[in-house]
């Protein structure tokens, strides 16, 4: 300090409360960049805390971590376990081998994403499916017994049928899972009943965001019926919200239906430098999730549509992708999709990754390689498309709602080449450009004959 100058007004202290502190998770960038979320210490207790009492966590609960750490999910479940004094085991880092570092964990819970949980499914399935005489039988029996014991009162074991049927299945995750849950997209009902019955236990469907600590709601392992993500979780407050353009409104009979909205201590605080986004994100208070819901009489809640992330075709139909997604992933001869819709078209197309072992097949008992087929591709098309007309019927979709027009491509969609989140889910914009040219074909070639 020079001499002669007087020294400067002490700078008065800042007032700091409890919602100051917080920690940045990341949104999965479905949409674009992905955005750092500004969570609050006190929100991540709440939802902690909360955890564990949803799924009644104790010190000898035991899961294996290899979700994106990053991602709220995994926080929501590590900083749970933690709080309670179970143990987490980390897996080696491939994916490929999780089923072995579950047999040498056994762990208690299974926290996963809808992606894995279909896989899951696709491979059991597919061994219970290449059963004859006796043992297919035995199987048929044991499911059909526990399917409807499920249904009738929310049963999840059989003295009987576990025993002499599903052992293998609950060896595959180790043997000791009690819990499961499934969080960050939608789920089939027909995958989430199977594995409720092949791993003798519960499976609980949780819905929430990045934005929102964790769940906001979450089924009961005492409800026997699907289709639905369960009521709020204590401390957090739900609305509807019109949209009168998609013809969603909360005053609709029997079921009020709209964008969900939420409020609660488990909100976050906005987006990290991003004031443009949070102001589009918190109105009034409210996160709106861009989630469109119907709400039954018990409170529940069932997601039906999304008011961001769908399409509008030129009749001024929407298509809601991710639902079609993940019915149509449920073909054997289809591993990956992405629907893909426009505005000045008339229908969807979609570029599908095959699965291998069936691709194969068909090619050996066709006289073709794998590579030829890939070549010239109008003839395996029409098995695909015959295989999505089955899903679709079984679904009760439209016409709409299926993809007129397809591409088969053989590269995987992954985190590698940027077409999926770390969470696996689908980078829409990263898929458009990489495929463009092939959705630019499909195109021309509906329009060439006159559709």
Same mark, same amino acid.
Not at 56 to 77: K, Q
């Given at each position: 300090?020079?001499?002669?100058?007087? $020294?400067?007004?002490?700078?008065?202290?800042?007032?700091?409360?409890?919602?100051?502190?917080?920690?940045?998770?990341?949104?999965?960038?479905?949409?674009? =960049?992905? @955005?750092?979320?500004?969570?609050?210490? &006190?929100?991540?207790?709440?939802?902690?805390?909360?955890?564990?009492?949803?799924?009644?966590?104790?010190? =000898?609960?035991?899961?294996?971590?290899?979700?994106? #750490?990053?991602?709220?999910?995994?926080?929501?479940?590590?900083?749970?376990?933690?709080?309670?004094?179970?143990?987490?085991?980390?897996?080696?880092?491939?994916?490929?081998?999780?089923?072995?570092?579950?047999?040498?964990?056994?762990?208690?819970?299974?926290?996963?994403?809808?992606?894995?949980? !279909?896989?899951?499914?696709?491979?059991?399935?597919?061994?219970?499916?290449?059963?004859?005489?006796?043992?297919?039988?035995?199987?048929?029996?044991?499911?059909?017994?526990?399917? *409807? #014991? /499920?249904?009738?009162? *929310? $049963?999840?074991?059989?003295?009987?049928?576990?025993?002499?049927?599903? $052992?293998?299945?609950?060896?595959?995750?180790?043997? @000791?899972?009690?819990?499961?849950?499934?969080?960050?997209?939608?789920?089939?009902?027909?995958?989430?009943?199977?594995?409720?019955?092949?791993?003798?236990?519960?499976?609980?469907?949780?819905?929430?965001?990045?934005?929102?600590?964790?769940?906001?709601?979450?089924?009961?392992?005492?409800?026997?019926?699907?289709?639905?993500?369960?009521?709020?979780? @204590?401390?957090?407050?739900?609305?509807?919200?019109?949209?009168?353009?998609?013809?969603?409104?909360?005053?609709?009979?029997?079921?009020?239906?709209?964008?969900?909205?939420?409020?609660?201590?488990?909100?976050?605080?906005?987006?990290?430098?991003?004031? =443009?986004?949070?102001?589009?994100?918190?109105?009034?208070? &409210?996160?709106?999730?861009?989630?469109?819901?119907?709400?039954?009489?018990?409170?529940?809640? +069932?997601?039906?549509?999304?008011? +961001?992330?769908?399409?509008?075709? $030129?009749?001024?139909?929407?298509?809601?992708?991710?639902? /079609?997604?993940?019915?149509?992933?449920?073909?054997?001869?289809? =591993?990956?999709?992405?629907?893909?819709?426009?505005?000045?078209? !008339?229908? #969807?197309?979609?570029?599908?990754?095959?699965?291998?072992?069936?691709?194969?097949?068909?090619?050996?008992? !066709?006289? +073709?390689?794998?590579?030829?087929?890939?070549?010239?591709?109008?003839?395996?098309?029409?098995?695909?498309?015959?295989?999505?007309?089955?899903?679709?019927?079984?679904?009760?979709?439209?016409?709409?709602? %299926?993809? %007129?027009?397809?591409?088969?491509?053989?590269? *995987?969609?992954?985190?590698?080449?940027?077409?999926?989140?770390?969470?696996?889910?689908?980078?829409? !914009?990263?898929?458009?450009?990489?495929?463009?040219?092939?959705?630019?074909?499909?195109?021309?070639?509906?329009?060439?004959?006159?559709?």
């Amino acid at each position: 300090m020079e001499a002669g100058k007087a $020294s400067p007004a002490p700078l008065e202290p800042e007032k700091v409360t409890k919602d100051d502190y917080y920690m940045l998770n990341y949104t999965s960038g479905t949409t674009g =960049d992905s @955005k750092g979320v500004k969570v609050s210490h &006190w929100g991540i207790l709440s939802s902690a805390w909360l955890g564990i009492q949803l799924i009644n966590m104790t010190e =000898d609960d035991c899961y294996v971590s290899y979700l994106p #750490a990053p991602h709220v999910f995994e926080n929501f479940i590590y900083i749970t376990t933690i709080m309670c004094g179970a143990r987490v085991g980390f897996y080696q880092g491939d994916p490929l081998k999780l089923v072995e570092d579950c047999g040498v964990l056994q762990p208690t819970l299974f926290p996963s994403v809808p992606r894995l949980f !279909n896989k899951i499914y696709q491979r059991i399935h597919g061994q219970f499916s290449g059963l004859t005489g006796c043992k297919k039988w035995l199987v048929d029996r044991g499911v059909a017994a526990k399917l *409807a #014991a /499920l249904r009738s009162d *929310a $049963s999840y074991t059989s003295a009987c049928y576990d025993k002499l049927v599903f $052992s293998k299945v609950t060896a595959m995750l180790g043997g @000791k899972v009690r819990l499961m849950i499934t969080a960050s997209a939608p789920i089939s009902g027909d995958v989430l009943e199977f594995l409720k019955t092949a791993f003798c236990c519960p499976v609980l469907e949780a819905y929430g965001m990045s934005e929102s600590c964790g769940a906001t709601t979450i089924t009961r392992a005492e409800d026997p019926v699907i289709g639905h993500v369960g009521g709020p979780v @204590k401390g957090c407050a739900i609305r509807l919200k019109d949209l009168p353009d998609m013809e969603y409104m909360s005053t609709d009979q029997p079921y009020p239906r709209g964008e969900v909205c939420m409020r609660g201590a488990m909100i976050f605080k906005g987006y990290f430098m991003r004031p =443009d986004k949070t102001a589009e994100t918190i109105v009034d208070g &409210w996160l709106c999730s861009g989630d469109v819901g119907q709400i039954y009489p018990n409170g529940t809640i +069932k997601i039906i549509d999304r008011s +961001k992330n769908i399409f509008k075709l $030129s009749q001024g139909e929407y298509l809601a992708p991710e639902k /079609l997604e993940n019915a149509y992933i449920l073909s054997p001869i289809i =591993d990956q999709i992405m629907i893909y819709g426009d505005s000045l078209k !008339n229908c #969807a197309v979609a570029v599908i990754v095959c699965n291998e072992a069936s691709l194969k097949t068909w090619a050996a008992a !066709n006289g +073709k390689t794998v590579e030829e087929v890939y070549a010239d591709q109008a003839e395996y098309q029409k098995v695909v498309l015959d295989s999505i007309a089955e899903v679709a019927k079984t679904k009760k979709f439209s016409s709409l709602e %299926k993809p %007129k027009e397809i591409f088969l491509t053989s590269e *995987a969609f992954t985190v590698e080449n940027d077409i999926l989140t770390p969470t696996f889910k689908m980078k829409r !914009n990263v898929g458009q450009k990489v495929y463009q040219a092939q959705i630019d074909t499909m195109y021309e070639a509906l329009a060439a004959r006159g559709q």
